[in-house]
């Protein structure tokens, strides 16, 4: 992709992917530059005093996929980008000798008229199979991880995104963005606050950049449940909203505040819709919450990141759902006190060796967690997390380490998670899609991974080289080994792959 194209495009987004949100910090961190990185999409805007991001060559394009408008009307800030997106990666379980392929086709565009408007569309078809463990989850969920709705076939399941965005920047303070897409809050590799695991949904985003802070005020209509019938109905409608202040204390220290409301399309007065009430610029929503006597569910949350060098960067985050003081003081195991935590730590040029990045990041939630008494006001859309694609009830260890260099890049990762699963008919606090007016097993004496306990370990080594750099297309292979064990259950794959693609966007099967 023209990445320099894109940063010069002010009122743009680019996409979230973690490579290059980390190449970004890292490059920041070697300028000693502070912005706001635990808000993705970034605008670009926000990228462009960040220096060397071209290093790989990303500026390059080829004439037949960029037109540049400035040459038609004289302005340097109008151009359009046009980029295919493809992928073709077959694959193999060598567990069992299940052979699936995974292919998809699209196309990115990018209108910036002038400093202030942009427009985006991107659009991807896909076709593919899926190792068993993934195929199990779409058969149970309807839905292909981070893609939508699944159409059975010959090959496995068809699907589509359609995503895009148009945005307004008046001033350097403001920004508004009405769309399709996936937001992101955080530093790590998970967020325990709003992730990018799920489908897209329709949103209306406004971004206030004043001094030393970034406040966000996203609104959003989303769906889960299956049961209603019918391609476009299959999922019931709920809406959010979330509020999310980021403040740069200085270079080395960011603390953001953050909060969110689910509430459903329906109640038992008929059609609610989106609730004016919940347009409240102004942080906090809990006490609208109570104005309204609602029983809608309400989520806090802390964010922070501190620079200890310009090789080190800690992070960590803190979700709270419901919690009672009194209990947590008496250690109870309430079933109520629900929250989580996540600390991690980045280390750029790590040992000194420059092109090697380390990451590592420990995720821990309570039962119960994202969960409400009205299922279908649970923290997730189209049947997956909001948050971490775990659910709720598990703790995780996830790292990563990678080389690279001129284009290469090796990855090698490793992720161990033990998780506390539901026998049949049973509600130990793992499943955020049943509400916690089905029976609990117990008020007291609650505890992480409770329930069947699981553990989870994968494994992966990935090699990649940069074929095309203008449209990032990229040669890859790799291994990933997946074992999933209880007492009532053994999962076992070992993927190997091999072919090419250009999207960028996070996908997560690593569950």
């Known amino acids: 992709m023209a990445f320099s194209q894109l940063i010069q495009a002010q009122s743009s987004f680019l996409p979230i992917n973690r490579e290059l949100s980390n190449l970004y910090e890292y490059h920041a961190l070697n300028h000693n530059l502070a912005f706001h990185n635990s808000v993705r999409p970034f605008r670009s805007v926000d990228i462009a005093p960040v220096k060397g991001i071209d290093s790989l060559n990303l500026s390059i394009t080829p004439k037949f996929l960029l037109f ?81 709705y699944a159409h059975p076939t010959k090959q496995g399941y068809s699907y589509y995104t359609l995503d895009g965005y148009v945005s307004y920047s008046p001033s350097k303070y403001f920004n508004f963005q009405l769309g399709q897409g996936r937001n992101f809050l955080g530093n790590g590799y998970r967020s325990l606050l709003l992730s990018d695991n799920p489908y897209s949904y329709p949103f209306f985003k406004l971004s206030t950049n004043v001094w030393n802070f970034k406040y966000l005020n996203l609104f959003t209509m989303m769906s889960n449940e299956p049961g209603f019938g019918g391609t476009n109905s299959k999922f019931g409608r709920k809406y959010a909203s979330f509020h999310f202040l980021s403040w740069n204390v200085n270079k080395r220290l960011n603390i953001g505040v953050f909060e969110s409301i689910i509430w459903q399309g329906d109640d038992s007065s008929g059609t609610r819709g989106f609730d004016i009430n919940y347009l409240n610029p102004v942080i906090f929503y809990r006490p609208v919450e109570y104005s309204l006597g609602s029983s809608d569910n309400a989520l806090l949350g802390l964010n922070i990141a501190v620079r200890l060098t310009r090789a080190f960067v800690f992070y960590g985050q803190l979700i709270i759902d419901e919690f009672l003081l009194k209990e947590i003081e008496a250690r109870s195991g309430w079933w109520a006190n629900k929250h989580g935590f996540q600390l991690g730590l980045k280390s750029f040029n790590f040992l000194k060796i420059k092109g090697l990045h380390f990451q590592t990041e420990v995720n821990y939630v309570r039962p119960y967690t994202y969960s409400h008494g009205l299922s279908l006001q649970n923290y997730s859309h189209y049947n997956q997390a909001l948050a971490h694609p775990l659910g709720a009830n598990f703790y995780e260890s996830v790292s990563f380490l990678r080389y690279s260099i001129k284009g290469f890049s090796i990855e090698g990762m490793g992720l161990v998670a033990v998780i506390g699963a539901d026998s049949a008919g049973s ?77 960028l966007g996070n996908i997560y099967h690593d569950f």
């Not at 990115?108 to 190792?131: D, E, H, P, T």
């Open 68 to 148: 540049n408008v400035e040459k038609v009307k004289k302005d340097a800030h109008s151009r359009l980008v046009l980029r295919p997106l493809f992928s073709v990666l077959p694959a193999i379980d060598l567990s069992n000798n299940k052979s699936v392929m995974e292919t998809s086709l699209g196309l990115f565009g990018l209108a910036q008229m002038g400093r202030k408007v942009s427009l985006s569309v991107n659009y991807i078809s896909g076709n593919s199979g899926f190792a068993n463990y993934v195929d199990s989850f779409i058969q149970t969920t309807e839905v292909v991880p981070g893609r939508g």
């Open 427 to 503: 509600n130990w606090g793992g499943n955020i899609f049943l509400d916690y007016g089905t029976p609990k097993e117990q008020e007291f004496d609650n505890k992480v991974s409770q329930g069947v306990k699981t553990n989870l370990l994968i494994m992966g080594l990935k090699i990649s080289y940069l074929l095309y750099p203008s449209i990032n297309l990229r040669l890859e292979s790799g291994l990933v080994m997946r074992n999933k064990i209880s007492d009532v259950l053994e999962e076992t794959s070992i993927m190997f792959y091999l072919g090419v693609k250009t999207e």
